[in-house]
């Protein structure tokens, strides 16, 4: 049973680029939440999807967006990059039948150069 | 808003001794969820166990067993008989009660664990 599925691994962008990152939810869950971790530090909310729709948002910013498809997985899309936004992205899904029961993938190490 | 302090950035303990986690919290939420994550050198997060706020009895997992003391907003992690692959950091978590779909996470800042063999 394949748990999260995060991709890429790692990715290198220059400031001011654009990244999308992807995340497909175990099998079974239909809800997905992003965090960012920064180094050194504990993950920080980004935003969470269900029924395709974001339900609750962080503190971050409108260059922070997200996209939920038909078949549960995520995108996760950051517009102009800073280098501040270099950062672990993790992704954790779970299911309506799951008593508060997240499943993290493995993230995608991004670095802003 | 929550906040959850973790005031131990590190800690060691010698494999098969009994180490115990920290964690406090801030809210004044009364219906919530408390987590130990664990987070290997895979930097998958694992969760490692899970208390309810509305229970009093402590949450126990195997080896791990919590130390959960609502007045005092405190939630603790002890681990017996440590292992080899206990190694890693450790996440403390808060979430409130919401309707599905509307819950996040809260993170502390975590705690490095090593076991010394």
């Known amino acids: 049973d394949a748990g999260v599925t995060q991709s890429p691994t790692h990715l290198i962008k220059t400031r001011g680029q654009q990244v999308t990152l992807r995340c497909s939810p175990k099998?079974?869950?239909?809800?997905v939440s992003w965090y960012q971790q920064a180094l050194g530090q504990g993950p920080q909310f980004i935003f969470q999807?269900?029924?395709?729709?974001?339900?609750q948002r962080g503190n971050f910013p409108d260059r922070f967006s997200g996209h939920q498809f038909p078949n549960y997985s995520s995108e996760l899309n950051v517009n102009a990059l800073l280098l501040g936004d270099s950062a672990l992205y993790l992704c954790a899904s779970t299911s309506r039948g799951i008593p508060r029961g997240y499943t993290f993938g493995s993230g995608t190490r991004l670095t802003v150069v | 808003a929550q906040t959850v302090t973790q005031s131990q950035p590190e800690m060691s303990v010698q494999e098969a001794e009994t180490v115990t986690l920290s964690c406090t919290y801030d809210t004044s939420e009364n219906n919530y969820y408390l987590f130990w994550y664990k987070q290997p050198p895979s930097r998958q997060m694992i969760l490692v166990i899970r208390q309810e706020a509305y229970k009093q009895q402590n949450a126990t997992e195997n080896r791990f067993s919590v130390n959960f003391q609502k007045a005092a907003k405190s939630f603790s992690l002890k681990i017996s008989d440590s292992q080899l692959g206990d190694t890693a950091m450790y996440f403390c978590?808060?979430?409130?009660?919401?309707?599905?779909?509307?819950?996040?996470?809260?993170f502390g800042t975590g705690t490095r664990l090593t076991i010394i063999p």
């Open positions: 978590a808060f979430m409130k009660h919401e309707n599905f779909g509307n819950e996040k996470l809260t």
């Open positions: 099998s079974g869950h239909d809800t």
């Open positions: 999807y269900y029924e395709e729709e974001e339900r």
